[in-house]
C-alpha cells in the first residue's frame, strides 16, 4: 500500500507540474482528490490493515495528500503568472512608435488672397469693416444716387424679398459707403469686404453669389491720384512689380469722374490667343476686369452729411474671385465654389 502512495504521489506531481492549463489543473484534482479519485480508493482499503499499521499508512497517505494539494496550488499560481505574461505581450502599447500625422486642413484660396488684400490695406491704414447682405434698396441703390427705374435695379439682376422691393441682397459692397460714412466724419479710409448676390447664371467667369472688396477714403484734398496710387500700390503688391494694370474710363451713378481697372490677362499675356484659340480666361479681350472705382459723387458725400466743397474721397469695388484667379492662376470660377478638395489641395 505504501508503493500505490508512493506512486500516486509522483504520479501525480508529474502530472500537476506538467499542467498545461486551469482546467487541465481542475481535472487531476478529480482524478487524484476526488471522491472516486485515486488516492481516496487507496484509504478505503485501510480497513484491511492491521491495527498497528494503519495509523503509519495514515500518516503516509495524508502526506501525499498535503504534497498533491501543495502542488496543485502551487502550479495554480504558476499558471495563473503565465497567462498574465502571455496577455501583456500581446496587448503591450509601445509608446515609442511614432505617432500618426493628422492631416491639417489650409485656408480656403480666396481667403488666402483676401487675407493678402487685407494686409496691403491694413498696412496704408485701412479699417476693415463688415455688413449686412440683406441691404435696404436705400443703401444699396437710393442714397448711392441710382435712382428708381435705373437698370440695375432690375427684377431680373437683383434678389429681392419685398413687393415693394425696398428689402434685398445686396447686389454690390457698395452700401457699405453710406453705412460707414453715417458714423464716421473725415478723414476715413474704410476696406468693407463680403459675399454679394446678383441673378447670375453660373459660368466660367459668373456665380448668382460672389464677393467683393468696397474701398473708400474721404479727406480734404483727395484726387484720382490718390486712388491711383492706392489701386496700383495694390495690384504690384499681389500680381508682382511688373505686373501690368490700366485705367478706363467708365460710368458708375455713385462716382465721377469713374473708371474701371483692368489687369492683362495672365492666361495669354495680352494677346487674346493661346495655340490659336481664343483665350477662354479673357475671351480673347486680353484684358480681365478687375474693379470699378472712381471719385465719390458729391451727391453721395450729401446724402452722409458730409460737405463735398470741403471734402473729396475716392471709392473703388473690386470682385475677390477675380483677384483670387488671377494671383493663383485659376481659370474657372466655378472651381472656387466646389470645394472638390484635390483642387484645393493645390494651394
Ligand atoms: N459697386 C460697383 C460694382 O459692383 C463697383 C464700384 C465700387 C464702382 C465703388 C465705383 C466705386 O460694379
Not at 480734404?220 to 508682382?240: F, P, Q, V, W
Not at 495669354?268 to 490659336?276: K, M, P, S
Request: charge should be negative; include cysteine; hydrophobic fraction near 40%.
Amino acid at each position: 500500500m505504501k508503493q500505490q502512495l508512493e506512486r500516486i504521489r509522483s504520479e501525480a506531481l508529474a502530472a500537476l507540474n506538467a499542467a498545461a492549463d486551469g482546467q487541465e489543473l481542475e481535472a487531476l484534482r478529480v482524478r487524484y482528490l476526488g471522491k472516486k479519485g485515486e488516492l481516496t480508493a487507496v484509504l478505503k482499503q485501510m480497513g484491511k490493515l492491521s491495527p498497528e499499521e494503519r495509523p503509519v499508512m495514515g500518516q503516509v497517505a495524508n502526506n501525499v495528500r498535503a504534497a498533491i494539494e501543495e502542488t496543485l496550488e502551487q502550479a495554480k499560481t504558476h499558471l495563473a503568472a503565465k497567462a498574465m505574461e502571455v496577455r501583456l505581450q500581446a496587448e503591450a502599447v509601445d509608446v515609442t512608435i511614432p505617432g500618426e500625422a493628422v492631416a491639417l486642413g489650409h485656408q480656403h484660396p480666396m481667403n488666402m488672397v483676401l487675407q493678402e488684400i487685407k494686409d496691403i490695406f491694413v498696412g496704408m491704414g485701412y479699417q476693415v469693416v463688415d455688413g449686412p447682405e440683406v441691404e435696404l434698396a436705400s443703401y444699396n441703390f437710393t442714397r448711392l444716387n441710382i435712382e428708381e427705374g435705373h437698370p440695375s435695379r432690375d427684377r431680373s439682376d437683383t434678389f429681392y424679398f419685398t413687393d415693394d422691393d425696398s428689402l434685398l441682397l445686396r447686389t454690390q459692397t457698395s452700401p457699405m459707403q453710406i453705412r460707414f460714412m453715417e458714423n464716421h466724419k473725415p478723414p476715413l479710409c474704410m476696406l468693407a469686404p463680403g459675399r454679394v448676390f446678383r441673378k447670375d447664371e453660373a459660368d466660367a467667369t459668373h456665380s448668382p453669389m460672389f464677393h467683393q472688396i468696397e474701398g473708400l477714403v474721404v479727406d480734404e484734398g483727395i484726387t484720382m491720384g490718390d486712388l491711383k496710387g492706392a489701386l496700383t500700390t495694390l495690384m504690384k503688391r499681389i500680381y508682382g512689380e511688373d505686373s501690368v494694370m490700366r485705367f478706363r474710363p467708365h460710368h458708375f451713378p455713385f462716382t465721377e469722374p469713374s473708371c474701371e481697372m483692368d489687369m492683362q490677362c495672365h492666361k495669354c499675356q495680352g494677346t487674346g490667343e493661346v495655340d490659336g484659340q481664343v483665350c477662354s480666361t479673357c475671351h480673347g479681350e486680353g484684358w480681365i476686369e478687375l474693379l470699378g472705382a472712381g471719385m465719390v459723387h458729391p451727391k453721395v458725400l450729401e446724402n452722409c452729411g458730409i460737405d463735398p466743397e470741403k471734402y473729396s474721397g475716392f471709392a473703388f469695388g473690386m470682385g475677390l474671385e477675380r483677384m483670387a484667379m488671377g494671383r493663383l492662376r485659376i481659370n474657372d470660377l466655378r472651381l472656387i465654389f466646389d470645394n472638390d478638395v484635390r483642387f484645393l489641395n493645390q494651394f
